[in-house]
């Protein structure tokens, strides 16, 4: 029989957890405090999905409450949050004033949720996403450029390589997940947009590497030199992965 549509409920657990046992992802990856933003921004973008489809007041909120949860553990929920209102604007079949309400009630619901941590920040630090040691404020200690030395991002073909195509070569966190996301991409694209979830899936990859390869062009190196921001679509990456040797599988099993 073919794969059945695969079911929200379930998808989060077989995603991030169940595709370890098989090689797509390492089974014990670094960063453990990223996982429940991980796994709340995959609930978020399945939810987005039916709220694209039923864009009623209830769906939005629950899009936007997932969301606000990412905020909570590191500035990466902000990165999430900033890819699933993209996918709201540009995959709404809505006018174009309505879907900037329904981009507004996602985002109030998001910064209910995780917003107040960035309101401590301002209070503590003068800043919302900052959260620094004070030794590494000062001006003798140029963070940015040990950071480039020890991480192999001094020129930009290091950024490229260790940086742009870091899901390629970081066995240690990505497993072989994005070698199979890149040969679904090449030998099965139509099948991988089979359903509106994987297509917002699919959203969500080219929408974060089109910011990669965008602030890498513009000479920023945040997302690249830390190794936090490519966890962010780690799960999406995986899911296609599966799915793709899935439907291997399937073609092999009935031959």
Known sequence: ASLPEPKLDSLVAHTVRG????????????????????????????????????PTLAWLIL?????????????????????LSLICILRSRAPLLRRAGQLAVMLGAALLCGGPRYIGNIVDHGNPLRADVA?????????????????????????????????????????????LFAAAMIFAFRQARGDDLSTIFLWVVAIYYA??????????????????????????VVYHAALFLGRFYDRLNHR
């Not at 000062?138 to 260790?162: I, S, W």
């Not at 965008?214 to 190196?221: L, N, Y």
């Open 19 to 54: 595709a370890q046992g098989i090689g797509l992802c390492p089974i014990l990856p670094p960063h453990h405090h990223l996982r429940p933003p991980r796994r709340n921004l995959v609930r978020s973008a399945g939810w987005l999905r039916e709220a694209l489809e039923r």
């Open 135 to 179: 030794v590494m404020t000062l001006p003798q200690v140029d963070l940015n450029e040990y950071m480039h030395r020890d991480r192999g991002l001094e020129t930009v073909a290091d950024r490229v390589l260790n940086g742009c195509l870091k899901g390629f070569k970081k066995w240690d966190e990505s497993g072989v997940a994005h070698w």
């Open 211 to 236: 910011l990669v390869v965008a602030s890498v062009a513009a000479g920023v190196t945040v997302m690249v030199r830390n190794d936090r921001y490519a966890l962010t679509v780690q799960p999406f």
């Open 63 to 83: 899009t936007g409450a997932a969301a606000g949860l990412c905020l909570h553990t590191h500035s990466t929920g902000l990165l999430g949050l900033a890819i």
